[in-house]
């Protein structure tokens, strides 16, 4: 468990589209964590912890995932998006910078491009966002078809990896579909992560893809992305980055695929760096 210098409060407030557990710490200028998928708050612990004495750091569950109560309307981003308009109108904040990860900053964006103007929403400073999803790339149907077949009803290609499994030894494919079924168990074991993203229809997803929109993104924005990360997933970045007018795209050379946990001071820098410099951009 990742200690803070100060103490971690946690609170919980229902809203209209489910009940919302979040921690919160320290004083100063607002920041928000949004955790990615197959996850919960606590993946920002090691990142907060460095930034907690300087900045208010507020870190929700996603409406599902942790602590936070199952919707009972069906997951999507847009849900999920409204969820968080609706909490930050709830804490009366003025002004606050968004800090992102994976689905997190799909989210985020999301925000950004439909919620973030209206009447009670606190002014949106800006976005860190890492590894962000959201981004129609070449990789991004085959790896989505791949996940939605590994949490199928009726499991074809799970069953086909155990099948495989005494005979893959031979053949020199034990690691790999070792992994594989360990990735499903992964996945089986956050279902608002299913629900959201693998158990929709494709013409359900597409809409809420990005890449159409972030052209009309107006926010001042810092993409981090590990340098070592899995070349399909640094190819969303350089998208997000491309298509987006505000962003920029800063990659830590020698970062993983596990940047708030292997990486996490030069997390914390990069984000410090970015309040301290960007004024509001949203218009």
């Not at 309307?73 to 990860?101: D, F, G, M, R």
Request: aromatic fraction near 8%; charge should be neutral.
């Amino acid at each position: 468990m990742i200690s803070c210098p100060t103490p971690i409060r946690i609170s919980r407030l229902q809203l209209p589209q489910g009940q919302l557990f979040w921690r919160e710490v320290g004083e100063g200028p607002t920041l928000v964590f949004l955790h990615g998928s197959l996850q919960d708050g606590t993946q920002w612990l090691p990142v907060v912890e460095q930034l907690a004495g300087r900045f208010h750091c507020l870190i929700p569950d996603l409406l599902g995932f942790g602590e936070s109560e199952m919707p009972e309307k069906p997951q999507s981003i847009a849900l999920q998006a409204e969820c968080l308009a609706a909490y930050l109108n709830a804490l009366h904040l003025e002004k606050v910078t968004l800090v992102a990860h994976s689905v997190g900053a799909w989210i985020a964006t999301h925000y950004a491009l439909t919620q973030s103007s209206q009447l009670q929403a606190p002014q949106l400073q800006g976005m860190v966002l890492l590894s962000p999803e959201g981004i129609l790339t070449e990789a991004f149907p085959n790896r989505w078809q791949q996940e939605k077949q590994l949490t199928a009803w009726l499991p074809l290609l799970p069953a086909g990896l155990k099948l495989a499994s005494p005979f893959a030894r031979l053949v020199g494919q034990h690691r790999a579909i070792a992994a594989q079924r360990a990735y499903r168990h992964r996945l089986l074991a956050s279902p608002a992560s299913c629900q959201l993203l693998f158990k929709r229809r494709w013409s359900e997803l597409q809409p809420e893809l990005l890449n159409e929109r972030l052209d009309q993104l107006r926010v001042k924005t810092r993409i981090l992305q590990g340098g070592n990360d899995d070349p399909a997933v640094i190819a969303l970045s350089k998208a997000y980055a491309k298509f987006s007018p505000m962003a920029e795209l800063r990659m830590l050379k020698e970062g993983d695929a596990e940047l708030l946990t292997h990486w996490s001071d030069s997390v914390a820098y990069e984000i410090e760096r970015f309040v301290i410099n960007a004024p509001a951009t949203v218009v």
